[in-house]
């Protein structure tokens, strides 16, 4: 019975088990090897700087790869011990389709072809090697057809893992992973300062509401967890994490940051372990205060983590924006405009409460510097006009601050679109935009009938007519955001879910207004159709207006004066001592209304003497 049993052992052993790992091991080996050889090719295969596939296209390739290889390895293992099949005219049809596929590839990657959402002329593939994969495809379907076709099922094989790879390559080396790497100043490894990095790349630019005419929360980054890493702590894990990201295929981007001092740090974006960009980001060159001196040790060291933090958010701020370059399908549409990451970076500061500390006119600065740098950048736009909006509060300045704000609304439209339909990305700014304009054209309204015994200016009813149509601009967005897919911009369809029932409210508000003022039925206010300009731009125009309104010229406007001045932001201060203005405030009534719109006060001009008079004060008190 022993025997028998082990004779059956013996012969499932023979018949089953060596054949199945004869077969397995080699398989499973040449698809390492291909596998592996994918990942070490990319970077020859992807540009550097190159604008990513769409995520479709790309995912079509790499599991057209995947098949590839994964026949090529089982065919590489198989025919040899059991021979299948032999060449024949299906061979020749399957070597047609190969090379139709491989030749598509190549066109396609080296620029040749259009047939997605990419501009004209798009490239990924570098020049060098798109030449070299072509000419060794030629040589492979060329000894397929005449001079090697007693030999075609191997230049087949050949191809097909030619193909796998290059197809694997091409995929991996546009996609979106990334990790990161912040170093101190003696090159070990922060752990700490790396997670941070990567959840502000995660969570740009979010802050709570801290006024009801405005709102505030914006929603930056897509960049979703799973494609973001970085090194462990301690020295044997992040060695082996080391080595496992040296060789693990499709980790395509790498961030290595190294902070020099509390002020300034460096940053080295590679892609596929090629450098793409690098830079210098200072604390100094964003103009972002210093360190106060004489401080406590623990508000000194308060300070000095809330300086780090800065610079690791600026930090992030380049590395995000320099990514939505290459991948603009998935991360521009979040940026809402936004070309230089200092601009992001500055906006990102003055919009987190951590970062900024409670300083209004310090938030006021950093984004107007933000909107200088670049003022297409619609959520600095929008955040810096939040933040005046906290100023001098009358109902004029109301109105005024609403007309800029629709002027805003004119960034969030497609391009010819007949519905004006919200563009990809912008739809939390859309939503902000209403809202805020809506309320402060109700509260203006308020206030008037309250100062003026319940009538209204022309100014007042135009502006109410202008919030009713708002209005029902926003219960249609809210309304259509709301119902967008999950996972696209859940940040702006919890915001329309929140909004919708505040907009019946305001929409309520605003009939019993209509109904108790009694307005006729009127056209609302449209918004000019202009470019967006920056606050010093507005400065310029206001100085240019204030002496053509002096001069008495053809197109004199106060009014447009006004406007240009509140945008400007400028301090009180600056704008009392330009010459421009000098003779007009002293005039009336034009003096007085400049005053009251801008909050001038009659001393203002002693306030920044206050400190050392208040020094006088005490010495001739105690002498």
């Not at 319940?454 to 149509?469: E, F, Y």
Request: charged share 15%; with cysteine.
């Amino acid at each position: 019975m022993l025997a028998f049993s082990t004779r059956g052992w013996d012969r499932f052993f023979a018949e089953w088990v060596m054949p199945t790992v004869q077969l397995l091991i080699p398989a499973v080996l040449a698809l390492l090897i291909l596998l592996a050889l994918a990942g070490l090719i990319t970077r020859w295969l992807v540009a550097t700087k190159a604008q990513a596939w769409p995520p479709v296209l790309c995912w079509i390739w790499g599991v057209a790869g995947a098949l590839a290889i994964t026949a090529a390895a089982a065919f590489f293992s198989m025919f040899p011990m059991f021979e299948p099949f032999g060449p024949g005219l299906w061979l020749s049809w399957a070597g047609g389709v190969l090379c139709a596929a491989g030749g598509l590839l190549i066109a396609h990657a080296a620029g040749c072809l259009r047939w997605t959402s990419l501009p004209a002329g798009h490239q990924v593939m570098p020049v060098p090697s798109a030449v070299f994969c072509a000419l060794a495809w030629a040589a492979l379907f060329s000894c397929f057809y005449s001079w090697g076709s007693r030999h075609r099922l191997v230049v087949a094989e050949i191809s097909l893992a030619m193909l796998g790879v290059v197809a694997i390559g091409l995929s991996l080396g546009q996609n979106l992973r990334l990790q990161v790497i912040v170093r101190n100043a003696h090159g070990t490894t922060d752990v700490a300062a790396s997670e941070y990095v990567m959840a502000r790349l995660q969570s740009l630019g979010s802050k709570p509401s801290a006024s009801p005419d405005v709102a505030r929360e914006t929603d930056l980054s897509r960049l979703r967890s799973e494609d973001l890493s970085a090194i462990p702590a301690g020295a044997i894990a992040g060695t082996l994490a080391k080595i496992m990201y040296a060789v693990q295929p499709g980790l395509t981007w790498r961030a290595n940051v190294t902070l020099v001092d509390p002020d300034r740090a460096t940053v080295a974006l590679t892609r596929n372990n090629r450098l793409v960009a690098t830079t210098a980001v200072s604390r100094a060159a964003l103009r972002l205060p210093g360190c106060p001196r004489d401080l406590a040790a623990p508000q000194l060291e308060h300070e000095q983590g809330r300086n780090r933090a800065q610079l690791l958010t600026a930090t992030a701020a380049f590395v995000l924006v320099r990514l939505s370059q290459c991948h603009p399908q998935r991360l521009e549409p979040a940026l809402c405009g936004a070309q230089r990451w200092k601009s992001v970076a500055l906006q990102l500061i003055a919009n987190e409460p951590a970062l900024s500390g409670d300083d209004p006119a310090l938030r006021v600065y950093l984004l107007r510097k933000a909107v200088n740098l670049d003022p297409g950048y619609g959520l600095a736009r929008i955040a810096y006009l939040n933040e005046l909006i906290l100023g001098p509060t009358g109902p004029a300045n109301r109105f005024r601050f609403a007309r800029m704000l629709d002027q805003e609304l004119q960034l969030t439209k497609r391009e010819g679109d007949p519905q004006e339909g919200c563009k990809a990305g912008w739809e939390f700014p859309r939503l902000q935009i209403c809202y805020s304009s809506t309320a402060l054209r109700i509260n203006g309204v308020l206030h008037e009938l309250a100062e003026a015994d319940g009538t209204l200016s022309p100014d007042g009813r135009s502006a109410l007519l202008t919030a009713k149509a708002r209005v029902a601009t926003l219960k249609t967005d809210a309304k259509a955001i709301a119902q967008l897919p999950d996972g696209n911009n859940d940040t702006a369809k919890d915001f329309a879910v929140y909004l919708a029932p505040v907009a019946e409210g305001l929409s309520s508000a605003i009939d019993l207004l209509v109904q108790r003022c009694q307005l006729p039925d009127g056209q609302p206010e449209n918004p000019p159709d202009v470019t967006p300009s920056s606050p010093d731009f507005q400065y310029q125009r206001a100085c240019l207006a204030a002496v053509e309104y002096l001069e008495g010229g053809p197109n004199r406007q106060l009014g447009q004066l006004l406007d240009c001045l509140l945008y400007a932001g400028r301090p009180n201060s600056i704008v009392q001592r330009d010459v421009s203005f000098t003779q007009l405030l002293k005039q009336d009534p034009e003096g007085q209304q400049i005053r009251t719109t801008l909050g001038i006060d009659e001393h203002s001009s002693f306030t920044r003497y206050t400190h050392r008079l208040t020094e006088w004060w005490k010495q001739r008190c105690s002498s």
